[in-house]
């Protein structure tokens, strides 16, 4: 790091306007790179998986995507159900919230929502087995994005664990994560919060 520009404090407190806009300066292409840890991200998930499944966790995710892209729906819900379980690395225990939080500054609130509650309402298919409450995602019936959750994890995302499926490659949803993650975060044109859209365009 000797030959790197650096800020001049050891305490953030004690920082000069010189000092934050050096660190504005270098933010700006670490943060055009965001795509690139989120593609080797989900090529890890291929490597190190959850162990039981017939699949990796890759696999699931693009299997979740494909069967997305063949039902017709945009880019949001495609890139959404890619990366609906791309925290189950670093936070397993509640990985919907966690990757919620990877897309939300880039997709619609609708599609971040349905990510972040997709783990409760999965429960419907397999809470009874652990003694859980597979109707916990019940509380959130009268939510506008209820029937979307729903039908996310019923088309997309419980159905995808099938060695035989002939899923799309991850190479063919790269154009769609760049395009997403190339969007200004937070923007309103994008976020479009209390809007709620179809999954698909024949829903």
């Given at each position: 790091m000797s030959n790197e520009r650096t800020v001049s404090f050891t305490q953030m407190k004690d920082g000069t306007k010189e000092d934050y806009a050096l660190l504005h300066e270098l933010e700006k292409p670490y943060l055009g790179l965001t795509a690139d840890r989120i593609l080797d991200e989900l090529l890890r998930q291929g490597e190190v998986s959850l162990q039981g499944y017939k699949i990796t966790r890759l696999d699931h995710a693009l299997q979740s995507a494909t069967r997305a892209r063949r039902d017709g729906a945009d880019i949001d819900w495609i890139v959404g159900a890619l990366l609906h379980d791309i925290g189950d690395g670093l936070a397993p225990q509640n990985h919907d919230r966690?990757?919620?939080?990877?897309?939300?500054?880039?997709?619609?609130?609708d599609v971040a929502w349905v990510v972040e509650h997709h783990g409760i309402f999965q429960m419907l298919y397999y809470g009874r087995h652990y003694g859980w409450d597979e109707n916990a995602r019940d509380r959130f019936k009268d939510h506008p994005c209820f029937d979307n959750c729903a039908a996310f994890c019923e088309r997309w995302d419980q159905s995808s664990?099938?060695?035989?499926?002939?899923?799309?490659?991850l190479e063919s949803f790269e154009p769609l994560v760049r395009e997403v993650f190339a969007r200004k975060a937070y923007s309103a044109d994008v976020?479009?919060?209390?809007?709620?859209?179809?999954?698909?365009?024949?829903?």
């Open positions: 966690f990757s919620a939080e990877v897309i939300r500054p880039f997709v619609r609130w664990f099938d060695p035989e499926y002939q899923q799309d490659s976020v479009q919060e209390g809007t709620v859209t179809s999954l698909t365009s024949a829903a």
